[in-house]
């Protein structure tokens, strides 16, 4: 009898223990906030990838050349843009169409003809973009060349893209020597010869009397020993 006691005392130990270790974990498990980093969003919560169209600041007027590297695309079709580039004797490639020559046409024009061609023999209607991604500066970049009184000397590229005035030539080639004379800088283009006072232009602001450098032009700043 007192054994059968025994043994019955120690499963009711046994069994209270079990149900109040159970209670505490289900309690636990209830108490603990939520974890809002491990939350999922809800369907259409996810953010969209989005892939923008490929943007330039050129000049829409711009003529297309070797090596511009363009994206093109038909939008009837489902293919994904198509990275294109002007090879050297000024073409690009279009399937099923072959080679267009674009040199010398603007992003509009170019993609006017690979319609014509696209709807000449395989399309009713083709819807093309085509959009310019990266110009070939070396293709548009020419030289003005410095010399006498400035500090660098020498052939200073510039660019189709981005016209550069006579004062921004000299400034970007560290501007004058000491005995400059800023009031009278020979400018010669071809046959032409012209005196531009750059001092008024820089200590003024007179832009209206700068000048809008092209390529092969050439700077001469001559030497004074009476600064103006």
Not at 56 to 84: A, H, M, N, Y
Request: hydrophobic letters at 40%; one cysteine or more.
């Amino acid at each position: 009898m007192p054994d059968r006691f025994v043994c019955f005392f120690i499963a009711a130990v046994l069994i209270f223990a079990a149900h109040s270790t159970g209670f505490g974990q289900a309690g636990a498990l209830r108490a603990q906030p939520a974890d809002p980093s491990m939350s999922q969003p809800a369907m259409g919560q996810y953010p969209m990838m989005q892939t923008e169209r490929p943007t330039t600041l050129v000049d829409p007027s711009r003529k297309l050349q070797q090596g511009d590297q363009l994206s093109f695309k038909i939008e009837q079709d489902r293919d994904p843009l198509v990275p294109l580039v002007v090879s050297r004797t000024g073409e690009v490639y279009i399937d099923p169409v072959g080679g267009v020559r674009v040199a010398g046409l603007t992003v509009s024009q170019a993609a006017g003809e690979i319609r014509r061609l696209l709807e000449k023999d395989y399309y009713y209607t083709a819807t093309v973009r085509l959009d310019l991604t990266q110009i070939n500066q070396t293709a548009t970049m020419g030289y003005v060349y410095l010399s006498g009184q400035v500090e660098r000397v020498g052939g200073v590229p510039i660019f189709a893209e981005r016209p550069m005035k006579l004062s921004e030539v000299i400034l970007n080639a560290g501007g004058f020597k000491r005995y400059a004379d800023d009031r009278k800088v020979q400018v010669t283009r071809g046959k032409e010869h012209f005196v531009v006072d750059v001092k008024e232009i820089l200590a003024h602001g007179r832009s209206d009397l700068d000048v809008v450098l092209q390529e092969g032009d050439r700077v001469f700043v001559p030497e004074t020993f009476m600064k103006k």
